[in-house]
C-alpha cells in the first residue's frame, strides 16, 4: 500500500496506458485524481479506430505478459477477468520466410516435426513441446538448444521482473542493496547484443529470427539491443500470446477492452477524465502547478504527473529553466521505430494468414539498417500482419476480413502522400508474393498511418511509434527519470522513462511514478 494522498489534487497529462495506471494508483491512495487526454480518446497508442462496421485497434495489437496484468488489477482487489476476457490464440503467430525466388508459398504451414519441407512457412503453436519439435527439424540439436535457452530466458525474465521492473531503480542509488548486486551478474553476463547470444545456441536464421523478433515490440535490433532481452523468449513461448474480448461478449474486441477495463477501474476509484484536452502549458508556481490547455483550461494541482511525450513535455510545455534535458540529450537519444499501417477492410477470407503474422526477410539486417544506421523506407521490409477477424467476427462486417499492415521505419523520415502511394503498392504486392493473398482488388476501406500522424496525434518525437529504444545505453537508470530533478512534485510515466516500452511495461510504469510522488509527498 502506497502512503495517503488523501487533500492532495494531482492532474494527470495523457490518458495512455501509463497515464491510467499512474491514475488509478493515486486515486487508490485517496488523491483527487484528473486526467487531461488530447485526443478524443482514451489509450494513447492503444486506440481504435471505427469505419464503415469495421473495428481497429490502431496500436498494439498483442496481449503479452498477462502476469503483469494480474498483478496491476490485483492491487485495487480485482481480476482481469471482471472487465474482460482472454482467447489463446492457436497458432501464436505464423511466419512466412522470403526466399527471394519462389512466387508462391507453401500450402502448409510447418508446425512441430510435419509440414513445408523447406520451412518457408512455420506456425509457433501454444504447445511446447510441437515447438521443440519443430526447432529440431530445421536444425538438427535445436531442440535440446531451444529447451536450454528458454531456461535461461525464464531465469533471467523472472530476476529482472522482480528485481528490477517491478522494483523501481531509476537512480543510481536504486542499486546499492545486497540483493540487487547479487543479481547484477545476471545482467552484467548479458551486456552483449541480442545477436551474438542468440549464435550461441542456434545457427539456422530462422530460428535466430524467431527468437528475437520480440525486439521489434522494443524497438531495437538484434545488434543494438542487450542480451537481457532474451527474457522476452520466455514471454512468448512460456507465458503465451492472447487475444483480449469483451467480458459479456458482445461487441468487439482488442487491445481496446483492456483500455476499457482500467478506465472502468479508474472511474470507479474516482478519477475524472477530460478527453479532447489538450495542455499547452506546465509551469511550477509558488503554492501549486498551472497547468493550462490550449482551449485556456487551468488547473492548479498539487502535483502533475505527465504521460505524453517526455521530450515534447520538457520542450514544448514548460519553462527552460525547469527543464531537466536540453535539446541535445534529446537529439542524442535512439528513438524507436516509427511505423508505416495500413489498416484494410477486404471482401472475403484470407486463409492464408494467421490471427499474427509475420513476413520476414531471408536477412533482415539491411532493414535494421535503414531504421537505425541509414534511415529510408525500407527496400525488402519486414512487416506485420494482423488479422483480428480469424478470431473475432465482430471486427469486421459480415463476408469482410479485417486486417492491418505494420511496417516498422525510422523515425523522423519524410513523409508524404507520394511516398505513402508508392509504399503502398510496394507492399500489396510483396504480401501477395510471400503470402499468396493479394489483397488489392478486394479492399473496401483503407486508412494509412505513418510518421507524421504519429507527430500530429500523439506529438511523439521524430514519430516513434513507442518511445525510446531498448539500447544498452538507454536500459534501466540509463532511461529519463519518473521523478523531474528540476521541479518538485513533477513526475513522469511512459515509454520513455522505467521500465521501458509496450503496454506492459508502462502499466507499471504508472505505479513506479504514483510510488515515487507518495513516497516524496
Known amino acids: 500500500m502506497m502512503q495517503s494522498l488523501s487533500d492532495r489534487q494531482v492532474v494527470v497529462v495523457g490518458g495512455g496506458i501509463g497515464g491510467l495506471s499512474a491514475a488509478c494508483y493515486l486515486a487508490d491512495a485517496g488523491a483527487d485524481v484528473t486526467v487531461l487526454e488530447k485526443n478524443e480518446q482514451l489509450g494513447g497508442r492503444a486506440s481504435r479506430m471505427?469505419?464503415?462496421?469495421?473495428?481497429?485497434?490502431?496500436?498494439?495489437?498483442?496481449?503479452?505478459?498477462?502476469?503483469?496484468?494480474?498483478?496491476?488489477?490485483?492491487?485495487?482487489?480485482?481480476?482481469?477477468?471482471?472487465?474482460?476476457?482472454?482467447?489463446?490464440?492457436?497458432?501464436?503467430?505464423?511466419?512466412?520466410?522470403?526466399?527471394?525466388?519462389?512466387?508462391?508459398?507453401?500450402?502448409?504451414?510447418?508446425?512441430?516435426?510435419?509440414?513445408?519441407?523447406?520451412?518457408?512457412?512455420?506456425?509457433?503453436?501454444?504447445?511446447?513441446?510441437?515447438?521443440?519439435?519443430?526447432?529440431?527439424?530445421?536444425?538438427?540439436?535445436?531442440?535440446?538448444?531451444?529447451?536450454?535457452?528458454?531456461?535461461?530466458?525464464?531465469?533471467?525474465?523472472?530476476?529482472?521482473?522482480?528485481?528490477?521492473?517491478?522494483?523501481?531503480?531509476?537512480?543510481?542509488?536504486?542499486?546499492?542493496?545486497?540483493?540487487?548486486?547479487?543479481?547484477?551478474?545476471?545482467?552484467?553476463?548479458?551486456?552483449?547484443?541480442?545477436?551474438?547470444?542468440?549464435?550461441?545456441?542456434?545457427?539456422?536464421?530462422?530460428?535466430?529470427?524467431i527468437v528475437q523478433y520480440t525486439l521489434v515490440f522494443l524497438g531495437g535490433s538484434p545488434a543494438n539491443t542487450p542480451a537481457l532481452y532474451n527474457m522476452m523468449s520466455h514471454v512468448d513461448f512460456n507465458l503465451g500470446v492472447y487475444y483480449p474480448v469483451p467480458k459479456d461478449g458482445d461487441g468487439p474486441g482488442g487491445v481496446g477492452v483492456v483500455v476499457d477495463g482500467i478506465v472502468e477501474l479508474a472511474e470507479q476509484l474516482g478519477v475524472t477524465f477530460e478527453t479532447d484536452s489538450e495542455v499547452g502549458e506546465i509551469t511550477r508556481r509558488k503554492d501549486a502547478f498551472h497547468v493550462e490547455t490550449v482551449d485556456g483550461e487551468v488547473y492548479r494541482p498539487d502535483r502533475v504527473v505527465v504521460n505524453a511525450d517526455y521530450r515534447h513535455a520538457e520542450q514544448e510545455l514548460m519553462p527552460e529553466h525547469e527543464r531537466q534535458y536540453d535539446e541535445s540529450y534529446w537529439a542524442d537519444r535512439t528513438y524507436a521505430p516509427s511505423a508505416y499501417l495500413m489498416y484494410l477492410g477486404v471482401e472475403g477470407d484470407v486463409d492464408e494468414l494467421a490471427h499474427h503474422t509475420l513476413v520476414l526477410p531471408e536477412d533482415w539486417n539491411p532493414h535494421f539498417e535503414q531504421i537505425f544506421d541509414r534511415p529510408a523506407w525500407p527496400d525488402d521490409p519486414a512487416y506485420y500482419l494482423c488479422v483480428p477477424s480469424k478470431t473475432?467476427?465482430?471486427?469486421?462486417?459480415?463476408?469482410?476480413?479485417?486486417?492491418?499492415?505494420?511496417?516498422?521505419?525510422?523515425?523522423?523520415?519524410?513523409?508524404?502522400?507520394?511516398?505513402?502511394?508508392?509504399?503502398?503498392?510496394?507492399?500489396?504486392?510483396?504480401?501477395?508474393?510471400?503470402?499468396?493473398?493479394?489483397?488489392?482488388?478486394?479492399?473496401?476501406?483503407?486508412?494509412?498511418?505513418?510518421?507524421?500522424?504519429?507527430?500530429?496525434?500523439?506529438?511523439?518525437?521524430?514519430?516513434?511509434?513507442?518511445?525510446?529504444?531498448?539500447?544498452?545505453?538507454?536500459?534501466?537508470?540509463?532511461?529519463?527519470?519518473?521523478?523531474?530533478?528540476?521541479?518538485?512534485?513533477?513526475?513522469?510515466?511512459g515509454a520513455f522513462t522505467t521500465p521501458g516500452i509496450g503496454v506492459p511495461m508502462t502499466l507499471i510504469s504508472g505505479q513506479h511514478a504514483a510510488q515515487a510522488l507518495a513516497e516524496d509527498d
Open 50 to 209: 471505427e469505419r464503415d462496421g469495421f473495428v481497429f485497434d490502431m496500436g498494439p495489437s498483442w496481449y503479452l505478459m498477462p502476469d503483469v496484468f494480474e498483478r496491476f488489477f490485483e492491487h485495487f482487489g480485482r481480476e482481469p477477468e471482471e472487465f474482460y476476457d482472454l482467447e489463446r490464440l492457436d497458432p501464436h503467430y505464423r511466419i512466412f520466410f522470403k526466399d527471394g525466388e519462389s512466387d508462391g508459398v507453401p500450402d502448409t504451414p510447418s508446425r512441430g516435426a510435419s509440414g513445408s519441407a523447406d520451412h518457408q512457412v512455420i506456425d509457433i503453436s501454444p504447445d511446447r513441446a510441437e515447438n521443440r519439435e519443430l526447432f529440431e527439424s530445421i536444425e538438427p540439436g535445436a531442440g535440446e538448444a531451444f529447451e536450454e535457452y528458454l531456461a535461461t530466458s525464464e531465469t533471467h525474465y523472472r530476476t529482472a521482473m522482480e528485481k528490477f521492473v517491478y522494483e523501481d531503480r531509476s537512480r543510481l542509488r536504486d542499486w546499492i542493496d545486497p540483493d540487487v548486486m547479487r543479481a547484477a551478474p545476471i545482467g552484467l553476463q548479458l551486456i552483449g547484443s541480442m545477436q551474438g547470444h542468440v549464435e550461441d545456441y542456434f545457427d539456422d536464421p530462422k530460428l535466430q529470427q
Open 392 to 493: 473475432d467476427d465482430a471486427v469486421a462486417p459480415e463476408g469482410h476480413s479485417n486486417l492491418f499492415v505494420l511496417v516498422p521505419i525510422a523515425p523522423g523520415l519524410r513523409d508524404t502522400e507520394a511516398l505513402r502511394e508508392r509504399y503502398r503498392e510496394k507492399i500489396l504486392e510483396d504480401v501477395a508474393t510471400n503470402t499468396g493473398v493479394d489483397l488489392r482488388d478486394r479492399i473496401v476501406v483503407e486508412e494509412t498511418f505513418a510518421v507524421d500522424d504519429f507527430v500530429d496525434r500523439y506529438n511523439a518525437t521524430d514519430g516513434t511509434a513507442l518511445g525510446l529504444a531498448h539500447t544498452l545505453r538507454q536500459t534501466a537508470l540509463l532511461r529519463p527519470n519518473n521523478r523531474s530533478s528540476a521541479v518538485d512534485g513533477l513526475y513522469f510515466t
